[in-house]
């Protein structure tokens, strides 16, 4: 195995940069960002989540968040062998 020596007291400091502070309003728009990235991730994942269970079961719905919506209620209101009771409360 090789080892490398590493200096750690360089002969030259290294620069240091430095940035402003961030001001509460910045900090509070960045933190919205986040909540925000995160519940888009999470309706996405349970719509695809949905469409999964539809189409194990011979149901193809499209993608996206206006097509379900639209479909959905219809697929519910139908009672139809191929969804049962558990799999309707559950969507």
Sequence with gaps: MEHRHVETNPSRPL???FVATKTAEQLDLEALHRVR???VRQRTS???QIRAFLL???IA???GFRCLGTELPSILAKRSDALSLPIMRAI
């Design 15 to 17: 620069p240091m940069k």
């Design 46 to 48: 349970i719509i695809n």
């Design 61 to 63: 719905v499209r993608q």
């Design 37 to 39: 990235e995160r519940l």
């Design 56 to 58: 194990e079961r011979g």
